[in-house]
């Protein structure tokens, strides 16, 4: 599996405590052509990248020694643009948030499946190598279009009126296609952080929003939940294979 863009196979440090899911995450990975180095702590793993270097890192959260989360904020410290995604218990929302929120690229929930790892890892390292867009370039997700230097949002070609909440909620989330956002994380880059927690009126918003930009609200394809955690908005791939199959 090669990175986006270049003829290099994607180099993966795969970093867990468990010899059987590193082994269940390398043998596929390895076969598919990316290239994977594992570390079974965190200390380890900082080393590595001391002296190696990856295109993405997949981080279990629950790990002896310095744990998943003191690894991140020490890798992110390190390589501020290198893909992190965290590797988590299908119970763990706290976990899912507190990382997100401390600088995680995305989650995979255990039990997971491999072609759910490959979609996450190519989507986090096509985001990680993309040229920094321009603040005032229009955002274009399958037929959703946003023109910020307007205000405007288009579906079709045709414009749809939002409120300024709503744009701005619309704004950040396609601006930040593929990634979690967590419910805290867009209320206060929306609201301000004295909102954080008011996740019930965020609600509402969202579903005002579907509304106007969904075919089928109640089976939305671009404004997604991720349950207990916040909203992703679908990346533009994703909307047009969809799009492309039906």
Request: glycine share 6%.
């Amino acid at each position: 599996m090669n990175a986006p863009g270049t003829g290099a196979p994607i180099r993966v440090l795969l970093v867990d405590d468990e010899p059987a899911i590193r082994r269940a995450l390398r043998t596929p990975l390895n076969e598919m052509g990316f290239i994977t180095t594992e570390a079974s702590r965190g200390e380890e793993a900082i080393q590595l990248l001391q002296s190696q270097t990856f295109d993405i890192v997949l981080l279990d959260i629950n790990m002896p020694g310095i744990g998943g989360m003191k690894t991140l904020t020490r890798v992110r410290s390190m390589a501020p643009r290198l893909p992190i995604l965290m590797l988590t218990v299908l119970d763990g929302e706290e976990d899912k948030v507190a990382a997100l929120e401390s600088g995680a690229d995305d989650y995979i929930t255990k039990p997971f499946s491999i072609r759910e790892v490959v979609a996450r890892m190519r989507s986090a390292v096509r985001r990680a190598q993309a040229p920094e867009r321009k603040e005032d370039a229009p955002v274009l997700i399958g037929d959703i279009e946003v023109q910020p230097a307007r205000r405007l949002v288009t579906k079709s070609g045709q414009a749809i009126h939002l409120t300024r909440k709503e744009y701005d909620i619309l704004y950040y989330l396609m601006t930040h296609a593929g990634r979690a956002v967590t419910y805290g994380k867009l209320l206060t880059s929306v609201w301000g952080p004295d909102y954080r927690n008011e996740v019930d009126y965020l609600r509402t918003f969202v579903r005002q929003l579907r509304k106007k930009i969904e075919s089928d609200p109640s089976n939305p394809r671009y404004l997604l939940t991720d349950a207990y955690v916040g909203y992703r908005f679908a990346e533009s791939i994703a909307v047009q294979q969809e799009q492309a199959a039906e």
